[in-house]
T-cell receptor
Framework: GAVVSQHPSWVICKSGTSVKIECRSLDFQATTMFWYRQFPKQSLMLMATSNEGSKATYEQGVEKDKFLINHASLTLSTLTVTSAHPEDSSFYIC????????????FGPGTRLLVL | DQQVKQNSPSLSVQEGRISILNCDYTNSMFDYFLWYKKYPAEGPTFLISISSIKDKNEDGRFTVFLNKSAKHLSLHIVPSQPGDSAVYFCAASGDASGTYKYIFGTGTRLKVLA
């Protein structure tokens, strides 16, 4: 299957700082990338959908000014958690999909964020 | 409103036997369904998918069955192996907006006993 990487794999930061997470599709061009968040023992919750070269579409209840998403190229999307607070601590996972809307999403390994 | 439900949070099966994981959905617009396997602190790994035009799809030890009238799908793993122990998520997509976002179930933790 296709390979998606995320960096960093884990990050600890102080409250009030911003954290950037990168998501890369390594062997295919991802026209669409998705960002999910998972709390312990819960399902994956979609935060936003990003298409290359256009603004991200955020799910209801997700603050777009807090979770900045950039999809500048067909292989890279970034999620920046601005002014992070302890309640933002979570497991963030990206996925990427190729050209067709019905193509399978392939997931990155996730990034564990801990805000102190 | 949970559109995709996995009512069994956990399942234990003996090695070599069949594992059956179930998933129910409510949105009749869903037309593409997938199963993912996930280990702790890792991203989900794609296992198998099925389109609504089919009622069965098989890939090695994994078979997915779709019952559209009941809005139910299941994943069968035969024979089950200890390495199959993980959390399994079903996902559904396909709606009027055409974005094909995935809606995930809450997951079922499978434990295969040696």
């Amino acid at each position: 299957g296709a390979v998606v990487s995320q960096h960093p794999s884990w990050v600890i930061c102080k409250s009030g700082t911003s954290v950037k997470i990168e998501c890369r599709s390594l062997d295919f061009q991802a026209t669409t990338m998705f960002w999910y968040r998972q709390f312990p023992k819960q399902s994956l919750m979609l935060m936003a959908t990003s298409n290359e070269g256009s603004k991200a579409t955020y799910e209801q209840g997700v603050e777009k000014d807090k979770f900045l998403i950039n999809h500048a190229s067909l292989t890279l999307s970034t999620l920046t958690v601005t002014s992070a607070h302890p309640e933002d601590s979570s497991f963030y996972i990206c996925s990427a999909r190729g050209g067709s809307a019905q193509e399978t999403q392939y997931f990155g390994p996730g990034t564990r964020l801990l805000v102190l | 409103d949970q559109q995709v439900k996995q009512n069994s949070p956990s399942l234990s099966v003996q090695e070599g036997r069949i594992s059956i994981l179930n998933c129910d959905y409510t949105n009749s617009m869903f037309d593409y369904f997938l199963w993912y396997k996930k280990y702790p602190a890792e991203g989900p790994t794609f296992l198998i998918s099925i389109s609504s035009i089919k009622d069965k799809n098989e890939d090695g030890r994994f078979t997915v069955f779709l019952n559209k009238s009941a809005k139910h799908l299941s994943l069968h793993i035969v024979p089950s192996q200890p390495g199959d122990s993980a959390v399994y998520f079903c996902a559904a997509s396909g709606d009027a907006s055409g974005t094909y976002k995935y809606i995930f179930g809450t997951g079922t933790r499978l434990k295969v006993l040696a």
